[in-house]
């Protein structure tokens, strides 16, 4: 019975994985951007809600201000700082939005001191029974919300104008202008909908981990290490070695011997994947010699 509610507990983080990673995997095709800062965002979103609920204000405003901040900060550095950097290399974007999330928790850390918190929404309250287990909404909802932002966003880029004006950007930048694709415009959209993710995904997060500054933001890199194995490109491979990462750290808790290393599961993954997906290469080389 163990191992199916850890099974369970793992579906939901790894479904948050791969919910943050598909922000991040839109980003990074519509801008070349790997945002480090994406686990900040959704951290600082978490962080409010959370005082929000304290002072007494209604969930749903709880909700909306996680999420809409995220938006928010997320549109405010595409659009100030992120057009400054459109012409340097990736290392140079990733490291300045590394910086941003340093300062968003140097916030965190300035405005919440740091002492145990718990994150609780409405959605902890209903459940179902599975195989005498009960699993409650907010899991339900994370899996199920891993798995419509997956869908949707594959049907977004692949059949809409506006997705095929990402994929435009993400080909060849110069020529998507040239072409007279509005570069601005798609760019913010494409930020926007990252923020929106990271701020639903720091939400719940937050509800079903831990409600820590320092742990919100770090949880960009499992998050990263999920987009590593889609390559940066996939969305449905993001996905699945998301949920993935999520079922090996909570498996991993079963195994005392193993438990301490669970932290290191995500870079495991990331670099059998990519070992996997070179084989081919390798294989190549080795008939050439």
């Known amino acids: 019975m163990a191992y199916w509610l850890f099974l369970i507990s793992g579906l939901a983080v790894g479904a948050l994985y791969a919910l943050g990673g598909v922000g991040l995997v839109i980003l990074n ?53 992120a057009p400054r950097l459109a012409h340097r290399e990736p290392v140079v974007k990733a490291v300045a939005t590394l910086g941003l999330a340093i300062v968003l928790l140097g916030i965190m850390n300035l405005l919440w001191i740091i002492t145990p918190r718990r994150l609780s ?65 798609v760019e913010a959209i494409a930020w926007g909908l990252s923020g929106l ?10 509800d079903l981990v831990r409600l820590d500054p320092a742990v919100l933001t770090f949880v960009v890199i499992p998050v990263i290490a999920a987009t590593v194995v889609g390559r940066l490109t996939s969305i449905p491979g993001t996905f699945g070695a998301g949920l993935l990462i999520g079922i090996i750290e909570s498996m991993l808790a079963l195994v005392p011997s193993l438990s301490p290393y669970r932290v290191a599961a995500p870079f495991v993954v990331a670099i059998a994947a990519l070992m996997w997906l070179q084989r081919g290469r390798a294989l190549t080389f080795a008939g050439e010699d």
Not at 140 to 160: E, K
């Open 29 to 81: 095709r519509a801008t070349g951007v790997l945002n480090f800062a994406y686990g900040a965002i959704g951290g600082l979103g978490a962080m409010v809600a959370w005082q929000l609920l304290d002072w007494g204000w209604p969930e749903p405003v709880a909700w909306a201000a996680s999420i809409g901040l995220g938006c928010l900060i997320s549109l405010g550095y595409g659009g100030l700082v």
């Open 197 to 206: 993710l990271a701020g639903f995904t720091g939400l719940l997060f937050g």
């Open 121 to 185: 929404l409405v959605t902890d309250l209903a459940s179902i029974e599975c195989l005498g287990l009960r699993i409650t909404a907010t899991r339900i909802l994370a899996l199920t919300a891993g798995v419509a932002a997956t869908v949707a966003m594959v049907v977004f880029l692949a059949r809409s104008r506006m997705g095929l004006m990402m994929r435009a950007l993400a080909d060849n930048r110069q020529v998507a202008a040239v072409l007279g694709t509005p570069i601005r415009r």
